[in-house]
């Protein structure tokens, strides 16, 4: 994809984007993105708090803010700067990281991948396994499950999710927020107790799955909008210039054709016209 795409003149550049730039319009005061540390990205700004905050940051009220590029550290680890007259936030669960004001944090989700003992069926299941009952099960948060006694043991259940692929079978499982969201992808923190406790639950669905090769096992994060019934969030931010297209769970990956054409004709033709994305507006929680 980015061969053909280079083929019809896109320059790609490989760096860490550590700043959006922006511009007053009408004037040329050169503002910066506000640091991450100044915000709790744990609790997401109200919409409220989000205009007032976003305002106060022109020089002058009667100004509005227009984004004019990026500041990023090349592969030297070079601070370089890349001006734009259109910036399409896609950054994952890091773009509150870039805009605070969205309200986006990181949800780490553990997964394993296996190699079958033999072709399986090329289906997703979507399951709830009963897990065997143990002690101080941290998995069950019925009412009746805390009235037990502590040494009592206590049956839960789990909800990993199992894809067939060509040669292997993904499993992936619930996700957690114990670990803050790294800097990088490089830094994400797996645990292997997670991990194997995927691969228990699993190994009761079929002898493929149980007499397989575990091949990987990982952790990566997904984007979560902070508030509820809500997300993806995609489209123009309320600054010039600046659109958003990030907030999509799990689903990323399968909603990501539909997404660049939407916000190509954002771009290209001013308004989307492939689909209505009014409730994924992002003006309306920032």
């Known amino acids: 994809m980015i061969r053909l795409a ?16 922006y511009v007053d319009v009408p004037g040329n005061m050169h503002q910066m993105t506000p640091p991450p540390s100044e915000y709790h990205h744990s609790d ?33 680890n070079k601070e370089q700067v890349l001006e734009a007259s259109d910036v399409i936030l896609a950054a994952g669960p890091w773009t509150a990281k870039l805009y605070p004001l969205a309200p986006i944090s990181g ?8 190699t079958p003992t033999e072709p399986v069926s090329p289906y997703a299941l979507f ?33 990993p999710e199992i894809y067939a692929r060509a040669n292997e079978i993904y499993v992936c499982g619930e996700g957690d927020m114990e670990v803050e969201l790294p800097a990088t992808t490089a830094e994400v923190e797996v645990d292997e107790n997670r991990c194997d406790e995927l691969i228990s639950q699993v190994a009761s669905i079929s002898d493929q799955i149980r007499e397989g090769i575990v091949t990987r ?10 508030i509820g019934g809500l997300g993806p969030l995609i489209g ?15 689903w990323g990956i399968n909603n990501a054709p539909a997404t660049g054409v939407i916000i190509a004709e954002l771009v290209f033709d001013g308004k989307a016209k ?5 409730s994924m507006d992002p003006k309306r929680v920032i």
């Open 274 to 278: 492939s689909a209505d994305i009014r």
């Open 44 to 76: 997401p700004p109200s919409p409220a708090l989000s205009s007032t905050s976003l305002s106060s940051t022109s020089s002058s009220p009667s100004l509005r803010k227009r984004v004019n590029g990026v500041v990023y550290l090349d592969q030297n």
């Open 107 to 114: 949800l780490r989700a553990h997964s394993v991948t296996i």
């Open 236 to 250: 123009e931010t309320g600054v010039e210039g600046l659109l958003l297209a990030s907030g999509h769970s799990c």
């Open 127 to 159: 399951t709830k396994i009963t897990v065997p009952p143990r002690p101080h099960s941290p998995l069950s948060s019925s009412s009746r499950a805390r009235s037990r006694s502590p040494t009592e043991p206590v049956a839960a259940s789990a909800s």
């Open 6 to 21: 280079e083929e019809r003149g896109v320059k790609m550049i490989i760096g860490s984007v550590t700043a959006l730039s």
């Open 217 to 226: 096992k990982q952790a990566c994060y997904l984007p979560i909008v902070n």
